[in-house]
């Protein structure tokens, strides 16, 4: 038998091993979507207030958009907001046109 192999036993123990195994899948999987949410929603306040309007979003929206959002990424919003014309400036760029 191979180290990455998991033997499971027939009968109940081997019910309780598969429901046991299940459990764990799921929450993996539940962490590693909490992990992606939170990093997101991160992503998205970190970004100016224009650049977040660029992209039709207002502040007090990213939780909500990022939890609803079956397959929202950062990335597919600045690529939309490209198709649209809109431009995702720097915040450098955003600051030098401040100052002048």
């Known amino acids: 038998m191979n180290s990455n ?10 019910a309780f091993a598969l429901a046991l195994l299940s459990i764990i899948t799921n929450t993996v999987n ?3 979507k909490e992990i992606g ?7 998205l306040q970190s970004m100016s207030n224009r ?3 660029d992209m039709g979003i207002e502040r007090h ?9 079956a397959d929202v ?5 600045k690529s939309e907001a490209e198709v649209i014309n809109f431009p995702v ?4 760029a955003e600051k030098d046109l401040v100052a002048a």
């Open 61 to 69: 929206e990213i939780e909500r958009l990022v939890r609803t959002s």
């Open 89 to 92: 400036a720097s915040e450098t």
């Open 51 to 53: 650049n977040l309007s």
């Open 30 to 32: 539940a962490v590693k």
């Open 73 to 77: 990424s950062i990335a597919s919003l």
């Open 37 to 43: 949410y939170r990093s997101a929603v991160r992503e």
């Open 5 to 14: 192999e998991i033997h499971i036993p027939s009968g109940s123990v081997r």
